[in-house]
């Protein structure tokens, strides 16, 4: 029997994962707070631990977690700029991430945002149930013939690229990795960055948070984005500097701004906070503007990314237990 500590546990999550493990011989140890370096005695006695986007791995908690014996940090989510690898390897733990949940997911998500925003479904929704019928500031565009911009086509970029060319949208995109021939199969043209913020009418996020892409948006991109354009996050909240951020909203300069994500989201998203008075002054002025529209990290959450992260993790322990190679592509080194 191996055991496994599941941190900032959901009633999702416990579900899944027990759904995944069948009869494996997995005694899960659910809780609901986040690990880090304060709370990592309460891994003692776990073979591994199972770690979301919020939890903090760096050396002082990974240190910790070494002292008590764990080998493996299961990590339920693609993006892995919360865990210091450098020190895991010291350490001797091994780290795997749930690399290849379904993209669709995000990408949709992303869509749905984009949907929302441009023809104002959030306000229309919120009038109607107040008997509200009046049209007044309802006007959207038309995405069919303007301009996407992806910033970052892996899996997660290709897929927003094909559902916006769906639309009749001309895409063009921009990563350090170019894919020449699916740009060629698709009808995407890279361009430099520059070029990808002065020609969108929409620009979408798809990268992993590195410290190359922090502030990637920063007010330099900001200005040179055109007047009315939608920016779409639903990658890391510090890929975007949300002090400019706001002063691009302010200004009127940008249309509108769909985040999924939020450059101080640790400790605030995924938490019930209604009611208290929210602490974060920037969020707060965010959640004013008409034009932006915040969903709080949920891109991911679909029954079927649910499932292939929870059949991944679940592999991944019982290789552990079995002494088995990890499944391919999900080890962080
Ligand atoms: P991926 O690794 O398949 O693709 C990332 C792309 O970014 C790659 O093509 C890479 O070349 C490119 N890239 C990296 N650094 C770059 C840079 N400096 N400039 C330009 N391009 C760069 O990742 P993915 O599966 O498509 O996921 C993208 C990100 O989405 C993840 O890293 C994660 O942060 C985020 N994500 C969010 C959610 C959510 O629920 N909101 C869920 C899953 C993933």
Known sequence: MITVAVYDTKPYDRVSLQKAAKDAEIQWRFLDFRLMAETA????????????????LDRRCLEALAGQGVKLVVLRCAGFNNVDLVAAKELKIAVTRAADYSPYAVAEHAVAL?????RKIHRAYNRVRDQNFALAGLV????????????????????????????????????????????KSCGVEYVDIDVLARESD????????????????????????KAGAILINVSRGKLVDTAALIDALKSGKLGGVALDVY???????????????LQDDELARLLVFPNVLVTAHQAFLTEEALSDISRVTVENIMALAEGRPFVKGTVLE
């Open 114 to 118: 984009l949907l929302t925003l441009n």
């Open 140 to 183: 959207g565009f038309d995405l069919h013939g303007k301009t996407a911009g992806i910033l970052g086509t892996g899996k997660i970029g290709k897929i927003a690229a094909g559902i916006l060319k769906g639309f009749g949208m001309r895409v063009l995109a921009y990563d350090t990795f170019p894919q020449a021939d699916w740009a």
């Open 263 to 277: 450059e101080e989201e640790e400790g605030v998203f995924y938490e019930d906070l209604s009611g208290m008075v």
């Open 202 to 225: 929409v620009l979408s996020l798809h990268l992993p948070l590195t410290p190359k892409t922090k502030f990637i948006i920063h007010r330099g991109t900001l200005d040179l984005m």
């Open 41 to 56: 005695p309460s891994a003692a006695g776990s073979d591994a631990v199972c770690v979301f986007v919020h939890d903090p």
